[in-house]
C-alpha cells in the first residue's frame, strides 16, 4: 500500500519534515518513490511552513495513496484558514 507521509530531515529540537510517496512497509527516513513537497512546524508564520505540490497530490490520492494521520491533521488545518 502507498502512504503519504513525513520524513525526518531536521536536526535536535528543530524539526524538518519532507512530505514524501512510499510504500508503508518502508521506514520513516528510508527509501521513497517521490517527494512532494515539505513541512517546516518552527516557523512563526503558518502560510509559509507548509508547501505541497497540489497536482502530484491529487495523482496520487488518486492512484489510492493514503495520508498519514498527522499529514492529514496538517491538511485540515491549513484548510480552515
Known sequence: MIKIRLALNGAKKKPFYNIIVTDKRNPRNGRFIEKIGFLNSITKNKIKNIKINMER?????????????????SMKKINNK
Open 57 to 73: 497530490l491529487k495523482y496520487w490520492k488518486k492512484t489510492g495513496a493514503k495520508l498519514s494521520k498527522r499529514l492529514e491533521h
